[in-house]
């Protein structure tokens, strides 16, 4: 996930040398990396990845080229098209679905060189794959947390939130914290699925189709929707809004107690708000939290005439190394279990109970499941929640319109 590195930080680690020796001299090769990124400092970060390859890889030399995010993914489908795709890919879990065919399978690889898969977090290599197959390794993973306002928690007398806590206690605590114009969450229609996999419902079937019209499905949308519509713990966002910065700009002025946001937002967010910040988990029902995660990683590109050479290079730019530099350079959270407290002791240092919710989310992390038309259930969620939110539509009528509406799409 796109984050800001911080050059002090860039400039300490730098000349950082790698462990371990260096790989035979092989025939001298080129290879392309495709990647986002604008700002300095990223690109920056990235260049210092590819360097490390020529440091383990003497024969391999990596030619990293950026463009801004938004426009990496209106890019990515042109280059497929006219056979320009670099060799190295960077793909995000949330647009795998749409782009794995793209990309070369990785389980032979993985297998024949007993490359250890288990060192990284299963809920994110389950991002990086479709339909059982591993088509990227992954470099970050975040499952979706609760930011809070401690300062606000503290003056309602309220206990801070816990590993653990449950819906009951979330309910609770936000009606608590709705007063003289305030509100204790915010809703981001779009945020449906993320709430309702932390509760346990299933809203895709056992053939990975969107499945909105299921008990469990239906049940969760009203628990989310009631929020807005029965305790009024949180405002309706107007369907033509972005919700997402919607909330965010409340959060951060004061106006909402409670948002959720990933990881990747933690630094930038405890640098902007006025208030001291605190993170939990999301709460769960009766059962396990199940915390869905998003994060990205590189794959191979099927139009690779260095596929060899490729998969080198990736295994070094998700290596322990390599994710380490990223971590202590502030950037989100490792992919890798064993590099997390790198990242623990830049981020989360700073923001009450942010180690313990992480931990205890990764714990009970899950893969984010999603269809092939995601953009466009994600598009269906933010016209159409807010309309049950208003009481123009039941939270049933609302799920079963999306749930039309996506299949003809």
Not at 44 to 52: G, I
Not at 237 to 265: K, T
Request: charged share 20%; no cysteine; proline share 5%.
């Amino acid at each position: 996930m796109k984050t800001t590195l911080v050059l002090a930080a860039i400039a300490l680690m730098g000349g950082a040398a790698l462990t371990g020796p260096a790989y035979a001299q092989d025939e001298p090769v080129t290879i392309t990396w495709q990647m986002w990124g604008s700002d300095e400092n990223d690109i920056a970060a990235w260049q210092h990845l590819a360097d490390m390859v020529t440091e383990v890889h003497p024969e391999i030399t990596v030619e990293l080229q950026t463009t801004p995010w938004n426009d990496y993914w209106t890019k990515l489908p042109v280059l497929a098209a006219s056979g320009q795709l670099a060799d190295i890919v960077a793909m995000q879990s949330l647009r795998m679905p749409n782009f794995y065919s793209l990309l070369e399978p990785l389980d032979e690889r993985i297998a024949d060189d007993g490359f250890d898969i288990d060192a990284f977090d299963e809920s994110i290599i389950g991002g990086m794959s479709r339909d059982g197959v591993i088509y990227g390794l992954p470099y970050d993973v975040g499952p979706w947390m609760m930011f809070y306002n401690k300062d606000k928690f503290e003056e309602a007398g309220l206990d801070l939130p816990q590993p653990g806590w449950t819906l009951e206690e979330f309910t609770a605590a936000a009606t608590a914290l709705t007063k003289d114009g305030e509100y204790g969450f915010g809703v981001v229609p779009n945020g449906y699925s993320i709430f309702a996999a932390a509760l346990g419902a299933d809203y895709i079937n056992d053939e990975g189709q969107l499945d909105f019209t299921n008990p469990s499905a239906i049940a969760a949308a009203d628990t989310f929707i009631g929020l807005v519509t029965e305790h009024k713990v949180a405002p309706v966002v107007a369907s033509g809004a972005n919700p997402g910065d919607v909330i965010a700009g409340r959060f951060e002025s004061g106006n909402l107690a409670m948002m959720v946001d990933g990881p990747w937002s933690l630094i930038s967010k405890n640098d902007t708000v006025q208030f001291e910040l605190g993170l939990a988990p999301l709460p769960r029902e009766e059962g396990d939290l199940n915390a869905v995660t998003a994060g990205s990683g590189f794959g191979i590109a099927t139009s690779s005439d260095n596929k060899d050479a490729a998969w080198k290079a990736i295994q070094v730019i998700t290596g322990p190394e390599a994710l380490q530099y990223l971590a202590e350079a502030g950037r989100a959270l490792p992919a890798r279990k064993a590099e997390w407290t790198y990242w623990f002791d830049v981020a989360a240092a700073d923001v009450a109970g942010a180690r313990e919710a992480l931990e205890y989310s990764l714990e009970h992390s899950a893969t984010y499941e999603i269809t092939d038309n995601w953009n466009a259930v994600e598009n269906l969620m933010t016209q159409y929640f807010p309309l049950a939110m208003t009481g123009s539509q039941t939270p049933e009528q609302t799920m079963q319109t999306i749930q039309s509406l996506a299949q003809s799409q």
